[in-house]
């Protein structure tokens, strides 16, 4: 039998806006950071941007901060990293995503979102590593997310919260960063629960219904993130193209191979992104 989970977001009866509103004002203790601006979470290959947008005020272990868990995958990093930034404003990197398919429910998988605007945050930033479907992405192949199409079945809202999810992924935004990177392409990110990559017919599903992005992440934060009032804007990193468009098989080695590959010329694009943000 596991140990009964001290995580309040396991509990039933806990509301989880509470939980992020204790976690906001223990990352503002423990970074000396009383409001954060803008909040970042950094998946597969992203993690060297941290490093670039400014300077480290704080690094403190996501376990620190209550609802938070330990990170699940091999190469994700379990660290709230507090960020000045060059021209004063304060950025929260999330370096440990909770992932739809540990199974902890979606109280967890949003928590970091939900945790980035009780601090303050106004602008969401989400990356991940995925699978591309149009064939010309080769990996290491940034790309922004333009809309996306949730295949977990599931949503972050509780009860009947109707959340408009219009330009979800801000145009605005979108437009910003391509005056950074003008050949920046964009795609439909597909979350699929995962842990198991698709099928090749399940890829060529995601693509007849207008999916371009393959990934296990994103969409069910950008819902959370919406709903907290954030304007939003989100990054794939194409680490493999996805299963049947290319011929090999996937690995998750190729994955944190591709993504160290990019890791500097994606993190300088972030970096520039979030100073023209
Ligand atoms: I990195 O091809 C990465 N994450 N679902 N499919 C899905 N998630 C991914 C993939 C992929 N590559």
């Known amino acids: ?69 330990m990170p699940a995958v091999p190469g994700h990093v379990g660290t709230l990293r507090s960020i000045l930034l060059p021209d004063g404003r304060h950025a929260l990197v999330i370096g440990a995503r909770t992932h739809y398919y540990e199974g902890h429910g979606v109280r967890r998988v949003v928590h970091s979102v939900r945790t980035a605007a009780a601090t303050g945050a106004k602008v969401m930033v989400l990356t991940n590593g995925a699978g591309g479907i149009k064939e010309h992405w080769t990996p290491g192949t940034p790309v922004l997310i333009s809309d996306h199409i949730n295949l977990t079945a599931d949503s972050p809202l509780e009860g009947a919260t109707f959340i408009d999810l219009t330009d979800l992924y801000s145009a605005r935004l979108r437009a910003l960063a391509r005056e950074v990177d003008s050949s920046l392409d964009d795609g ?30 994103t969409a069910l934060e950008a819902i959370a993130a919406r709903e907290a009032g954030m304007e939003i804007i989100g990054f794939s990193l194409i680490t493999n193209l996805a299963a049947g468009i290319q011929k090999t098989p996937l690995s998750h080695a190729e994955v944190i191979e591709a993504g160290k590959n990019a890791e500097a010329a994606i993190g300088d694009l972030l970096a520039r992104v979030v100073t023209a943000l």
Request: charged letters at 15%; zero cysteines; proline letters at 7%.
């Open 1 to 69: 039998m596991a140990a009964p989970s001290s995580n309040p977001l396991d509990l039933p009866d806990t509301d989880p806006f509470e939980v992020a509103r204790d976690a906001a004002a223990q990352i503002a203790d423990l970074t000396g950071v009383a409001q954060h601006d803008i909040a970042l979470t950094l998946g597969s290959g992203w993690g060297k941007a941290a490093d670039l947008i400014g300077e480290t005020v704080a690094n403190i272990p996501a376990t620190d901060v209550v609802g938070f868990g």
């Open 188 to 217: 439909v990110y597909v979350q699929f629960r995962g842990p198991h990559y698709e099928t090749p017919a399940e890829v060529q599903m995601a693509k007849a219904i207008g999916g371009h992005i393959v990934g296990m992440s």
